[in-house]
């Protein structure tokens, strides 16, 4: 056998070996650096997945159920019979496809007022959702998914009221007109009608009915899909007289959380499948689009 520590080394090899003893712990030290960064890459792909796979965990307020808010009471062509759990009606519909698509199973509902839930404050669901327009204003304090239906106003007034036969914006400004407190409908009253008499204001749809009974009102301020269900079951006597012009950005309805939720990227994700598979545009056939010839008023 041989040994290492009878060989004699010449000046002139000793030199050469310890250059070839300096290349190869170069190379050592390269190969560790290699494997370092394919390591460094590995990592960052695994975190990439994490990242992307974060929904897989959801957080949810209560592990593995979608605690969700809406209106008491709640009415169709939102939601139907005042249960918002039968999955019937145009959100309530939405909500348990988002919950499918988000692998949940259980999904239970609480109640709030309208108001109560454009607040700073920590909320105790998921997310609300009662016809909540997605606005500059309201996006300061709470946060919104996606919008998951787009609006148009519309105006619902007798057959014998002045503002049957308005043809454009500028036919309502001299009318009486009305709409619920707080909502979308009122602002564009206020900011797009600009009628020459200040809106008539109702904190629900039974006060607007008094009033319309009563002759207080020549027009009331309706989204489309209300208007259609004000005009079939609460108050049959009057008729969607037009659909109102949409000016600016397109409203849009949206799910609403509390500031930072870290659930919005999920439902966002929900949302985004349900609209490219064509289940959004099924629920909106299905439980919005009731049909009938109504002419839109010019601006």
Request: proline share 5%; net charge negative; glycine share 8%.
């Given at each position: 056998?041989?040994d ?24 050592a ?12 890459t590995?990592?960052?792909?695994a975190s990439g ?10 957080p ?11 209106g ?14 039968n ?25 709030t ?8 404050a ?5 997310f ?11 996006d300061?304090?709470?946060?919104f ?11 619902i ?25 707080g909502?979308?409908?009122?602002a ?11 809106a ?19 027009g ?6 209300t208007?259609y269900f ?54 909106e ?15």
């Amino acid at each position: 056998m041989w040994d290492y520590r009878q060989t004699k080394i010449r000046p002139a090899r000793r030199a050469l070996w310890l250059l070839a003893v300096l290349a190869l712990l170069a190379s050592a030290c390269g190969s560790d650096t290699d494997s370092d960064a394919d390591t460094d890459t590995e990592s960052d792909g695994a975190s990439g997945d994490s990242e992307s796979a974060s929904c897989d965990d959801l957080p949810t307020k209560v592990d593995g159920v979608l605690t969700v808010a809406t209106g008491e009471p709640v009415f169709p062509p939102w939601m139907e019979d005042d249960d918002p759990s039968n999955g019937e009606g145009f959100e309530s519909a939405m909500v348990y496809a988002v919950a499918d698509q988000l692998g949940v199973e259980t999904v239970e509902w609480v109640r709030t007022t309208f108001d109560e839930a454009i607040s700073a404050a920590e909320k105790d669901y998921d997310f609300n959702i009662q016809q909540y327009s997605i606005t500059a204003e309201r996006d300061e304090v709470v946060d919104f998914a996606d919008g998951y239906y787009q609006v148009e106003q519309a105006i619902i007034g007798s057959t014998d009221s002045p503002a049957a036969s308005a043809g454009s914006l500028d036919d309502l400004k001299g009318l009486r007109l009305g709409a619920a407190t707080g909502t979308t409908s009122l602002a564009y009253i206020d900011d797009v009608i600009g009628p020459d008499e200040p809106a008539l204001v109702y904190d629900d749809n039974a006060a607007a009915k008094a009033a319309f009974d009563a002759g207080q009102v020549d027009g009331l301020v309706f989204d489309l899909p209300t208007a259609y269900f004000v005009t079939a079951v609460e108050i049959p006597e009057a008729s969607i007289i037009g659909v109102l012009p949409r000016t600016g950005q397109p409203e849009e309805l949206g799910m609403l959380f509390e500031e930072g939720s870290p659930l919005v990227s999920c439902v966002n994700g929900a949302l985004a499948e349900l609209r490219s598979n064509g289940t959004v545009e099924e629920l909106e056939d299905t439980w919005l689009n009731q049909g009938g010839s109504i002419p839109t008023l010019s601006e």
